[in-house]
């Protein structure tokens, strides 16, 4: 008991240490395994997510390189660039915390409430995050614009208006995008504190207030960073909603100078610069979290339901307030975006639902090449393949799409034609681009797994295919069910590298352009409704064959 | 990379049993079912006994890169303010046509581009939001702030450069204090046309920095006479879209006869009601009723290539810093 209750209280376990304190640890381990659980492997083994790293880093480094060489060369950045650069790195920050802090009372009143339709709720407040980034867009204007529902109302109480436009809308549509990524991410981490912790919390008679400092703070030690991390790259890359919302040039991110540079000077070296400049904040980021991350060490659990003790009192209405304001900023936009658009959908062209299935079609074979990869991937960094696999894993977050799509069609011209490329090209992209997101999910299993699991199927000698088929895939399927949707949906609404390649079989985002190219704004947004629903539905079938 | 071309193979079109196949590059608009595209591709496989195929994207930079290995036999779509670079590309071939007697506003005397449509810049409004719209730009910065405008930024977007460049016309070296005057007005900056135009239209902004046509697609689509497009004195800035054959094509009887088919009648009818914009060369009398009802302004400004180049960067400078504050 004494052991059991060590691995519950000391904040910062040695790893070692935690592994000799459990109870499923054989003890005829021979001494070569005991090794491995002490660290990294020293011998170097070739394992798949190496060659999946190496392949994204030649990828996107490659890329950059081609594009930097077919202009002979990097350019000079200028004066706004180094502004952009500095609000680029302020929003993504203030966004980024916005978001982790929001998202923790929320997490928390999910994990330990239980009320009808939370599983439901929970899917659907991870909707905003997979919403193709105009729909979005629409929805926060028509919730928070000058005519929205916000204004409406506080017109109507005699208050000063707000405004959506510059920098607080920037702000105000990165933490609705995000906050349902940080929800679910802390929830995870929730739901990976073993049910027996929290059983032998209430044998011991832990308050509340004991409860969060034994178990929670450490969790959300080892898994804020992370969010925060993940957020603030996501923030770092945004392009459509500084544009859209910014108010003016003053809200210009780095994203959209590379785009600029590329679309308005034709400097391909200048975009090369500033593609270098955000990996550069990529790397940095990723270190610093590194640096911060501390691994929570709970240790192996037999699987029953985690349920946190709901405790009562004021704690229950700020757990019932937390969910409430959660679900009216998330889901308000949605509804009043489905409202606008769904008369319009039964009258839809037949060019758009043909859109449509190839959308689906390619978002399905994304998310397919996603989850392969990042299973590889986890799975290395579980087994202590360095930290470069891992940065190999997050660059795809930062690398510019654009910069990416150029590279990729400078390198592949003389093979093919951009229209044969374009389809495929996209696809990879996408996996690419969902791979940081589904990592962030899967490596905390991944270790888990290996810390908790590792010893015993060496001791078995369970390896390859069985491996994988045995104890992998179904420890793994509910973080490698929520990666594949979130690829499928990701890619569902992704319009970026299609455009440079756009061929005659444009996707469902693309044919939404269109529409508001032809002055067909009602039609598109029923166009928005299917994409919208769509990319819900494709992440719903993952994340339940997940469970 | 097998699983990426299944599904790749299985949306992939038909092809089309065709030797001759006439490559198109075009902006994305132009080739979906509501642009132009579908009725031109129509209108020319009909006389070419060939393949029209139209490749879509952005064209002058994709054709920058492609250089002369590129598969393009005409780029269509290119705007009259980045003619300079696409010049300079050395790229395109004469268009060997007659460009006296357009219908334009401005004389036309290129060689190489050939407008196929033309509209100027506008600022579009609501009657039933805005009842009484500023009468001329003077009046459009001494508005209070509160009349809000949406217009798009100039290094994504061929009209917010467009826009650059007409203010830049209208007040000379005047230009940053129209500037710091309308920058209170602007809600927001979009990327592209369309973003700026859906605000708009839900009622976000006052005023839309659009085309003199736009209108026209509200009474001819919708029935609805309430979107106007505020004329103003001081002039109003051309923009023409412009076809170009590719000097390396591997089809210059095809490209050609492309070329000579963009200024007949036939090609220009299917201009207005299919890009909302007016025809380059077509009589007055052949337009759609909705056109010719159009209020026009009375002056078209327009500066030359070389021109708009030299001005491009220091009106985008003075630009940025009426916004930076």
């Known amino acids: 008991m004494a052991a059991r209750l060590r691995g519950v209280t000391v904040d910062r376990p040695q790893s070692a240490n935690a592994a000799s304190l459990r109870h499923d640890v054989p003890s005829a381990a021979s001494p070569a395994d005991t090794d491995a659980l002490r660290g990294p492997r020293r011998r170097f083994v070739v394992l798949p997510g190496h060659l999946v790293a190496a392949l994204l880093a030649a990828a996107i480094l490659g890329t950059l390189a081609a594009v930097a060489w077919a202009v002979g060369g990097l350019s000079a950045l200028t004066e706004w660039d180094w502004r952009a650069l500095r609000f680029t790195l302020w929003q993504a920050a203030l966004s980024a915390t916005l978001s982790a802090l929001l998202a923790v009372p929320v997490a928390r009143a999910l994990a330990r409430r239980r009320f009808p339709g939370r599983g439901l709720l929970v899917t659907l407040l991870g909707a905003p995050f997979i919403l193709p980034v105009i729909v979005a867009i629409m929805g926060l204007i028509a919730i928070f614009g000058r005519n929205g529902f916000v204004n409406d109302s506080l017109r109507g109480l005699g208050l000063p208006e707000m405004s959506v436009y510059g920098w607080q809308g920037v702000i105000l549509a990165h933490v609705f995008f995000n906050l349902p990524l940080s929800v679910r991410l802390i929830l995870q981490g929730w739901q990976a504190i073993p049910a027996e912790r929290f059983r032998l919390a209430a044998s011991l008679d832990f308050a509340p207030r004991d409860i969060a400092r034994h178990l929670e703070r450490p969790m959300l030690r080892s898994v804020l960073p992370g969010v925060w991390l993940a957020v603030f790259l996501v923030c770092l890359t945004s392009f459509t909603v500084a544009l859209a919302l910014g108010g003016g040039p003053g809200a210009t991110t780095v994203e959209l100078a590379i785009y600029q540079a590329f679309r308005f000077d034709f400097d391909l070296g200048r975009a090369a610069t500033l593609g270098l400049v955000q990996i550069a904040l990529c790397v940095g980021a990723l270190l610093l979290a590194r640096w911060i991350a501390v691994p929570a060490g709970f240790g192996a659990g037999m699987d029953g339901p985690a349920l946190p003790p709901a405790p009562g009192g004021w704690r229950k209405g700020g757990d019932a307030l937390a969910i409430a304001a959660a679900a009216a900023f998330l889901l308000t936009p949605l509804l009043s975006v489905t409202a606008a658009g769904l008369p319009r959908l039964v009258v839809l062209p037949g060019e758009v639902w043909t859109a449509a299935l190839r959308s689906v079609i390619m978002a399905v074979t994304s998310a397919t090449l996603a989850v392969a990869a990042c299973l590889a991937l986890a799975l290395a960094i579980a087994r202590g393949a360095g930290r470069w696999v891992e940065a190999a894993g997050m660059l795809p977050l930062v690398a510019s799409p654009l910069v990416l799509g150029t590279g990729l069609f400078i390198l592949l011209r003389d093979m093919a034609t951009p229209q044969q490329m374009a389809l495929p090209v996209t696809v990879a992209v996408n996996a690419a681009m969902a791979l940081p997101f589904g990592l962030r999910a899967l490596i905390p299993a991944a270790q888990a797994l290996q810390a908790d699991y590792g010893q015993l199927a060496a001791s078995l000698d369970l390896r390859g295919l069985a491996r994988l088929r045995l104890l992998v895939l179904p420890r793994l399927a509910r973080p490698l069910g929520f990666a594949g949707g979130l690829a499928a949906a990701l890619a569902m609404g992704d319009l970026g590298v299609i455009t440079l390649f756009a061929s005659d079989q444009p996707t469902l985002p693309l044919k939404l352009y269109q529409l508001m190219n032809s002055y067909r704004m009602a039609d598109a947004s029923a166009a928005a409704v299917l994409l919208m629903t769509l990319s819900f539905a494709l992440f719903w079938i993952f994340d339940r064959g997940g469970r | ?325």
Not at chain 2, 37 to 57: S, Y
Not at chain 2, 116 to 137: C, I, K, Q
Not at chain 2, 149 to 159: E, F, G, K, L, W
């Open chain 2, 1 to 325: 990379m097998k699983i990426v071309l299944i599904p790749a193979l299985l949306l992939a079109s038909p092809a089309l049993a065709q030797d001759r196949v006439l490559t198109v590059y075009a902006s994305d608009y132009v080739a979906s079912e509501w642009g132009p595209g579908p009725r031109i591709e129509k209108g020319f496989e009909a006389i070419c006994d060939c393949d029209l195929q139209f490749v879509t994207g952005d064209i002058l930079p994709r054709i920058l890169m492609e250089g002369e290995g590129t598969e393009a036999d005409i780029v269509f779509g290119l705007n009259t303010d980045m003619t300079a670079r696409a010049r300079a590309s050395g790229l395109f071939a004469p268009h060997g046509q007659d460009t006296t007697g357009m219908s334009l506003p401005v004389a036309w005397s290129d060689d190489i581009f050939l407008p196929y449509n033309w509209g100027e810049t506008a600022f579009v409004y609501d009657e039933t939001r805005l009842e009484s719209p500023p009468a001329s730009f003077d009046e459009l910065l001494e508005a209070p702030d509160d009349l809000k405008i949406v217009i798009q930024d100039p290094r994504s977007s061929i009209s917010g450069l467009a826009l650059l460049l007409w203010v830049k016309q209208v007040y000379g070296d005047d230009a940053p204090e129209a500037w710091a005057k309308l920058a209170p007005k602007v809600l927001t900056v979009t990327r592209g046309w369309s973003e700026s135009y859906g605000l708009f239209t839900e009622g976000e902004a006052d005023m839309v920095l659009s085309y003199t046509t736009s209108p026209a697609y509200h009474i001819a689509a919708e029935d609805d006479t309430t979107k106007k497009a505020a004329i103003f004195p001081e002039g109003h800035y051309f923009m023409a879209e412009l076809a170009a054959q590719v000097a390396s094509t591997d089809q210059p009887e095809l490209a050609q006869q492309f070329m000579d088919w963009i200024l007949t009648p036939e090609f220009q009818k299917t201009i207005p009601l299919a890009n909302w914009s007016l025809p380059a060369k077509l009589p007055v009398e052949d337009w759609p009723q909705v056109m010719r009802d159009l209020p026009r302004p009375d002056k078209t400004l327009f500066y030359s290539e070389d021109e708009a180049e030299a001005l491009r960067q220091p009106a985008l400078d003075e630009w940025l810093r009426a916004f930076a504050g």
